[in-house]
C-alpha cells in the first residue's frame, strides 16, 4: 500500500492535470450535457485508479521547488489536451462529414436540437454523432481512454515540454488521418449527391417549365434514407475501428 505523504498528495495532482485535461477534451466525457460535478467526479476517479501504477514516474519529482512545479504542471495539462484534442479530431470530422451527408440527403435543411453540442445541428447529424458517441461506451472505448492515459506515461515521461513542432505535427497528421477516414466513410453519399445532381439538372434541361426541385425533393429524401439504412451501421463500424486502434496503438 502507498503511504499517503505531501509528495504523494502532490504527484497525484500532477497527474489529475493530465487526466483532466485530456478528459476536458475527450468525446463523451466532453459534452456541455454531462454536468460539470460528474465530469470532476470521472476526472478524480479515474486519477485515484491510476495513481498506485504512475506515482512511482514522478518519483524524481519529490519537493520540487516552485518554479519547477509550475513548469510541470504547464507540461502535464498540455499533454493531456493534447490527448483529448486528438481523440477530438475523430469527432469533429464525423460530425462534418455528417453534414455534408444530410446536405446530400436532402435533410441538411431541417431544424434541430442542441443535444451533444451548444450549437444546434440538422437531426440526420445529431444521429451519426449520437450513435457514435453511444457506440464508444457500448464497444468499451472509454476503459481503452483511461488505458491509453496510463500508457501515456512511458512514451512522454512526466513533466516532459511539450516540443511544439512535434506537437504541431501530430496535430496535423491527425487531422488529416480523420479527415480522410470521414471522406471514406462519406463517399456512398458524395457519389449519391453527384447522381442525383447531374439528373435533376438533366430534367430541369429537359423540362423547364415543371419545377423540378420541388417535385424531385422527396424523391432525393427518400434515396438518403435508404443510403443511411444500408451503409450506416458499416459506417459506424468502420469509425468506431479506426478510433479503437488509434486508442490502442496511439
Known amino acids: 500500500m502507498t503511504p499517503v505523504t505531501p509528495d504523494t498528495l502532490l504527484h497525484a495532482f500532477l497527474i489529475f492535470c493530465r ?7 475527450m468525446p463523451g466525457f466532453s459534452s456541455p450535457r454531462v454536468p460539470v460535478r460528474f465530469r470532476l467526479l470521472i476526472a478524480i476517479g479515474a486519477t485515484l485508479a491510476l495513481a498506485p501504477f504512475v506515482l512511482p514516474a514522478f518519483a524524481p519529482f519529490a519537493d520540487p521547488g516552485p518554479a519547477t512545479l509550475l513548469r510541470i504542471i504547464v507540461a502535464e495539462t498540455m499533454t493531456g489536451a493534447l490527448i483529448g484534442l486528438m481523440a477530438r479530431f475523430f469527432f469533429l470530422a464525423l460530425q462534418t462529414i455528417a453534414t455534408a451527408m444530410a446536405t446530400t440527403a436532402g435533410l441538411g435543411q431541417l431544424p434541430g436540437l442542441p443535444i451533444d453540442e451548444a450549437e444546434a445541428s440538422a437531426p440526420f447529424v445529431t444521429l451519426i454523432t449520437m ?3 453511444t457506440l464508444m461506451f457500448v464497444t468499451n472505448q472509454h476503459a481503452e481512454v483511461i488505458r491509453a492515459l496510463a500508457g501515456s506515461y512511458t512514451r512522454i515521461a512526466p513533466g516532459t515540454a511539450l516540443d511544439a513542432q512535434a506537437g504541431l505535427i501530430q496535430i496535423a497528421d491527425r487531422a488529416s488521418e480523420t479527415f480522410y477516414l470521414a471522406l471514406r466513410i462519406g463517399s456512398p453519399f458524395m457519389i449519391y449527391g453527384i447522381v442525383v ?3 435533376i439538372g438533366l430534367m430541369n434541361k429537359l423540362t423547364p417549365q415543371i419545377p423540378v426541385y420541388f417535385i424531385s425533393l422527396p424523391f432525393v429524401i427518400a434515396g438518403g434514407l435508404f443510403l443511411l439504412y444500408f451503409s450506416g451501421p458499416e459506417t ?6 479506426a478510433f479503437s486502434t488509434w486508442l490502442q496503438r496511439g
Not at 19 to 25: E, R, V
Not at 236 to 241: E, V
Request: a positive charge; hydrophobic letters at 75%.
Open 19 to 25: 487526466i483532466g485535461a485530456c478528459l476536458m477534451l
Open 131 to 133: 450513435t457514435a458517441a
Open 197 to 199: 445532381n447531374l439528373a
Open 236 to 241: 459506424l463500424r468502420l469509425f468506431i475501428a
